[in-house]
């Protein structure tokens, strides 16, 4: 099963995927986590990232699309992978068209109201779990591995509007992309807790 996980900044990706991955064993890929990991390791592709990451704007399109389209020759994407956030724009999506077999696009919907106050409150760790400050209960190290959590560089009021608005101009129309192609499948739920909207998601992947 090859899928993709669609939603603005703060809907919940990275969140569902982690448990996705759990319930399925399905291998999850994040652009963000592949730049982030980059910018870490003082990489080419790290330092043309973090100027555009920076902003909230997308990373062109040529870089990206070939950094999916060779991770997904690896030999552990071939029994199935989720892709949290790629494709971002219509672009992309054409390009991985040509390249990957995709059987479903979940496009977790969020009342945008939630997204800024999730995104200023989250805290990540490097093992790739990320958290809310309103859960966390003071706790500042991560209940899966124990590492120190940190604020991502991004996560900032500023730049959270900026991601929304590039969110809304330029990945919103995949919701249509996808459904023309008969491959969407909503979660409604996106505003419910965690498990309650893995409890939706759960239900349409068993389908
Ligand atoms: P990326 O890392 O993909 O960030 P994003 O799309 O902005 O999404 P987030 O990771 O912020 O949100 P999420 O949906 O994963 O939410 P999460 O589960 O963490 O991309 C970062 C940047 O990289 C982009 O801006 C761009 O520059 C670049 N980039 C990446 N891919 C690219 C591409 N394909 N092309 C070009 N550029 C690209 O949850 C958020 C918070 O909410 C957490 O605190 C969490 O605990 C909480 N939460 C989650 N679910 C719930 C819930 N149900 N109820 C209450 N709280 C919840
Ligand atoms: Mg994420």
């Given at each position: 099963?090859?899928?993709?996980l ?7 990706k ?70 949290d ?21 979940l ?101």
């Amino acid at each position: 099963m090859n899928i993709i996980l669609l939603g603005a900044p703060g809907a919940g990706k990275g969140t569902q995927a982690s448990k996705i991955q759990a319930h399925y064993n399905l291998l999850h890929i994040s652009t963000g986590d592949i730049f982030r990991a980059n910018i870490k390791g003082g990489t080419e592709i790290g330092k043309l990232a973090k100027s555009y990451i920076d902003a909230g704007k997308l990373v062109p399109d040529e870089v990206t699309c070939d950094i999916v389209k060779d991770r997904l020759n690896w030999d552990d994407a071939k029994d199935g992978y989720m892709l949290d956030g790629f494709p971002r724009n219509v672009f992309q999506a054409t390009e991985l068209d040509k390249f990957a077999e995709i059987d479903l696009c979940l496009n977790i919907d969020v009342d945008e109201a939630l997204l800024m106050d999730r995104i200023c409150g989250r805290r990540v760790c490097s093992c790739g779990e990320s958290y809310h400050v309103s859960t966390l209960n003071g706790a500042t190290t991560c209940a899966k591995c124990g590492k120190e959590l940190y604020r991502r560089a991004d996560d900032n009021p500023e730049t959270v509007k900026t991601r929304l608005d590039t969110y809304k101009s330029q990945t919103a129309p995949l919701i249509d992309y996808y459904r023309a192609q008969g491959k969407l499948a909503t979660v409604t739920s996106g505003e419910m807790s965690p498990d309650e909207v893995f409890g939706q998601i759960k239900k349409i992947l068993d389908k």
